[in-house]
């Protein structure tokens, strides 16, 4: 069981990236998928997820209207498209599976409850 994080890079202010999580070794249309970040010195936090069953999505306060996750299931791969990215989204981001069902945020938003974590790739945001 493998996620595979990339897609990070150097972006200006107000510039865009698209994340991707490759799944490998499980169905990921069956798992509540997410994408956290850690920025220096700071805690890991929820930034969005993806739930198995419904496909809801739900999203911190500070990326709403700005990121959107998606997954291709054809590919096994979850994306995560950044607009609009501020130096603060600026971070590691990293990719999670969870096998069991949820979708109120305090729940999704857990990094304690995932399974399965990509090895984050980084996003800076400078001009």
């Known amino acids: 069981v493998q996620l595979q994080a990339s897609g990070g890079g150097l972006v200006q202010p107000g510039g865009s990236l698209r994340l991707s999580c490759v799944a490998s070794?499980?169905?990921?249309?069956?798992?509540?998928m997410a994408w956290f970040r850690q920025a220096p010195g700071k805690e890991r936090e929820g930034v969005s997820c993806?739930?198995?069953?419904?496909?809801?999505?739900d999203y911190a306060d500070s990326v709403k209207g700005r990121f959107t996750i998606a997954r291709d299931s054809a590919k096994n791969t979850v994306y995560l498209h950044m607009n609009s990215l501020k130096p603060e989204d600026a971070a590691v981001y990293y990719c999670?599976?969870?096998?069991?069902?949820?979708?109120?945020?305090?729940?999704?938003?857990?990094?304690?409850?995932?399974?399965?974590w990509g090895q984050g790739t980084l996003v800076t945001v400078s001009s």
């Open positions: 999670a599976a969870d096998r069991l069902y949820s979708s109120s945020w305090s729940s999704v938003s857990s990094s304690q409850k995932y399974d399965y």
């Open positions: 070794g499980f169905t990921l249309d069956y798992y509540n």
């Open positions: 993806l739930t198995s069953t419904d496909s809801m999505t």
